[in-house]
C-alpha cells in the first residue's frame, strides 16, 4: 500500500492531485454544515448509547458493513454533528477517488495503445470530479460507504494491473485483500471481479486467469454464506427479494436509464418530457432491445478485430461502466426528485467518462477541446446549483429545528412540514413512525421531546419562502391548509400522498391544500397543531 500511494506515479501527479482538491474545496465548501438529514438521525438513534462491539452487528442495521460502522462509530464520536469533520474526510475521499481513477485510466489507455494517455485520463476524471451527480455521495453523510468502498475498489485494481506488470505476488495478496474489506464496506464491491476480469482481459493474459477468478469467487462465496448464517438469508440491506431479482427486462432499462442520465443529461429535462423519456424505456420492447442492441455492439466494439483502437477503447469503458453497475443494476433508478438515488452510480460514473472522453479524442483536436470544455462547463453549472440546494436545505432544516418550542407538549401534530428541498432530503421519513422530527430536534438541536408525535403530511419545498395560508375551526377540530404558491404537492413516507386516514384523524386533498379532520375533539391537554411557514413554525 505505500509503494501505491508513495510511489513515483503520485510524486509526479501531485499537481494534478491539488487541483482536485483546490476544484473540489472551490464548489462545495458550502456544504460544510450540510447533509445531516433523514437516514443520518437514524444512524446517531441507533448508535446511541451503544458500545464499539456493536460494529460486529453494525448496531441492528441488517447488512454486512462492518468496515463502513467502523468509520462512523468514530467519526460520530469524534465529530457529533459538527460538520467540518465530515466535510473534510467526504471532500478528501471524492479528491482521493478521482485521483485514482486519473492513475486507472492512463494504465487503460495505455495498454489499449493511447501515445498519450494522460490527457483524456484527467480529462475523464475531472469529469468526475466535478459531475452534478457526485453531490449526494460527497454531501450526504450517510453515503461514506459509497466514498469508502469506491476507494478500495478502484486501489485493488490498480494494485491487480501493478500485478500484471511486476509480477510480484505481494500486490495480488493486497489487492485480493481489499477486495474483502470492500466487500464488508458495500455491496457495490461484488463488481469488482467482473472489472477484474476485464482488466486481465485487457491487461493481464500473461497471468493466468485462475490466479484472478478463483479467490475472488471462493470471496464471493463466503460473503454470501456469511449473510445466510448471520443475516439469515443470502443478501441483506434491501434483502434477497430485491438484491436478488435478476429480471432481465428490467436490468435492461434500468442500464439504459443510467446510460442516458449522463449521456443526455434528462435529469436536468423538465418533468414531463423526463418522465415520458424514463417510462418509454420500461416498455418491455425497448427494454429488450436496449439491452440486446447494448449487448451486440459492446460486443462489436470490443472483440471485432477491425475495430479502430479509440472506438475499441471506448467499448471497453463503457463495459466496465456497465459491469460497475452489476451490483445496483436490478434497483429502482430515480428520476423525480433532484439528487436522488445519484449515489448509486457513483463508482461507474467513472467508467462512462472513461469512454466518453476516448469518443471525444476520436474527432480533431479542435473539436475535442471543445467537445470537453461544454461537458464540463455544463457539469460544473449543474454542480453548482446542486451544492446550493443542499446549503439552502440544511439552512431551513436548521432554522426550523432552532424554531421549535414545544418540547413539554404531550402530542404534537404536524399537519405540514417540508419533505425535501427541490429533491434535497430534509424530514424524508420511511420509518412510518413518525420519527424524523422528533429524531432531528434530539440528535440535531438537543431538544429531546417525550411527546408523541404525528407527521400528518409532508410537501415539497421548491422556495425558502414557501408557505400556507392555514384556518382551524375550532369547535369541530378541523383544520385547513391552502399553498400560497403553486409547484408543491404532499408527501409522506417518501412519497406522493393522497387520501388517508388514521385513529386520530382523516387527511384530505382541497385544491391546492388540503383538509385534516380531528377524530377525537377536543384534543387532550397540552397537545398543538403547527405548520412550516418557510423556515419557521406556526401554532394553530
Known sequence: ???????????????????????????????????????????????????????????????????????????????????????????????????????????????????????????????????????????????????????????????????????????????????????????????????????????????????????????????????KLILGGWAGHYGEAVHLNFDLRNIGANCLKYFTKYLLWWREWPHGGKERFILFFEKPVM??????????????????????????????????????????????????????????????SLFFFFGLVVLFDSFPRWLRNGLFATWLLASTFFLQKMTGYWQQSARITTSLLDDFRWQEASEVYVLAMPENYHGIPMFKDFSRENLALKHALHYLANKPSDAQFYQVAQFNLTNTTNGFTASRDSTAGIFRLQFNQWGNWWWLYGMGLGDYQTEQYRFRTDGNGCRVEMKQWPPKPGTVFIVAQGGRWEEL
Request: a positive charge; hydrophobic letters at 55%.
Open 1 to 227: 500500500m505505500k509503494s501505491l500511494y508513495q510511489s513515483s506515479n503520485f510524486r509526479q501527479n501531485v499537481g494534478i492531485a491539488s487541483l482536485f482538491l483546490l476544484l473540489t474545496h472551490l464548489f462545495y465548501w458550502r456544504t460544510a454544515s450540510a447533509g445531516f438529514v433523514t437516514d443520518f438521525t437514524g444512524l446517531l438513534q441507533r448508535l446511541d448509547g451503544a458500545t464499539f462491539g456493536g460494529v460486529w452487528n453494525c448496531f441492528g442495521f441488517p447488512a454486512m458493513h462492518q468496515v463502513t460502522n467502523f468509520f462512523l462509530f468514530f467519526f460520530v464520536k469524534w465529530f457529533g454533528t459538527a460538520g467540518i469533520g465530515w466535510y473534510l474526510v467526504f471532500t478528501s475521499l471524492h479528491v482521493l477517488n478521482a485521483f485514482l481513477g486519473f492513475s486507472l485510466a492512463k494504465k487503460i489507455f495505455e495498454k489499449n495503445g493511447h501515445v498519450k494517455p494522460s490527457v483524456p485520463a484527467l480529462m475523464a476524471s475531472l469529469l468526475f470530479l466535478l459531475s452534478p451527480y457526485q453531490v449526494e455521495v460527497v454531501v450526504w453523510r450517510v453515503c461514506f460507504n459509497f466514498l469508502l468502498c469506491t476507494l478500495l475498489v478502484l486501489t485493488s485494481l490498480l494494485l491487480l494491473v501493478k500485478y500484471f506488470e511486476e509480477k510480484k505476488q505481494r500486490d495480488l495478496l493486497w489487492s485480493q485483500g481489499l477486495f474483502v474489506v470492500a466487500l464488508f464496506t458495500f455491496e457495490l464491491a461484488l463488481a469488482l471481479p467482473l472489472l477484474a476480469i476485464t482488466l486481465w482481459w485487457i491487461a493481464g493474459k500473461r497471468v493466468k486467469i485462475g490466479t484472478i477468478l478463483f479467490p475472488h469467487l471462493i470471496l464471493v462465496a463466503g460473503y454470501f454464506l456469511l449473510n
Open 287 to 348: 427494454a429488450w432491445s436496449g439491452l440486446t442492441l447494448g449487448v451486440v455492439a459492446l460486443a462489436a466494439l470490443v472483440f471485432y478485430k477491425k475495430t479502430p483502437s479509440k472506438l475499441r477503447l471506448v467499448g471497453i469503458s463503457w463495459l466496465l461502466f456497465f459491469l460497475a453497475l452489476a451490483p445496483v443494476a436490478n434497483l429502482y433508478v430515480a428520476y423525480i426528485l433532484q439528487g436522488e438515488n445519484d449515489r448509486y452510480g457513483y463508482l461507474p
